[in-house]
């Protein structure tokens, strides 16, 4: 990843998670720090949830319905909120998330996140909406590639609307 220098890396400072209406989409906004946004669809409906969980919102509680049964999400969060010492461990491993390539032939975002052993790091292409919470959960910068973001742009100016 140190191939790609930081000025070609946009930072977030902000996300959103929620259900897009008219279709319920599941959708995460990324604010980045250049007042532009970056979007993700499609993301699991369990990742929305937890985002807004992590962010003091309740609007999705009862999303799932009558379905009472926790996900890996919910456990890893249980996790962390009752053992500072798990926390403060992940914290210490996971370095940064850096949203920087598209599988094309799919249209899927790759993450890289940057583990941090030692002093080495080690980078792990991940899910995009899995690595963007790994990052929420560890209190970590959230990066994407400029060039992802353009490409978004103008693929949505060609389009003319964010989802039709």
């Known amino acids: 990843m140190q191939a790609d220098t ?3 890396l946009i930072r977030v400072k902000r996300v959103d998670a929620f259900f897009y209406p008219l279709h319920a989409i599941p959708t995460m906004v990324l604010y980045l720090e250049d007042s532009r946004e970056f979007k993700m669809f499609y993301i699991p409906p369990e990742i929305v949830i937890l985002v807004n969980k992590l962010q ?4 999705y509680e009862g999303i799932t319905g009558n379905d009472n049964r926790e996900s890996l999400y919910d456990i890893l969060y249980d996790i962390i909120s009752f053992s500072t010492d798990i926390k403060e461990n992940l914290k210490k491993i996971v370095n940064r998330v850096i949203i920087d390539d598209i599988i094309k032939e799919s249209g899927v975002y ?8 030692d002093g080495v790091i080690i980078e792990k292409k991940l899910i995009p909406s899995h690595a963007v ?3 929420l959960l560890c209190d970590k910068p959230i990066f994407v590639k400029k060039q992802l973001v353009e490409e978004q742009e103008a693929e949505e100016k060609k389009r003319g609307s964010d989802v039709e």
């Open 6 to 8: 930081d000025e070609n």
């Open 56 to 59: 003091g919102k309740n609007e």
């Open 110 to 117: 790759v993450a890289t996140v940057e583990f941090k052993f």
């Open 133 to 135: 919470l790994l990052a």
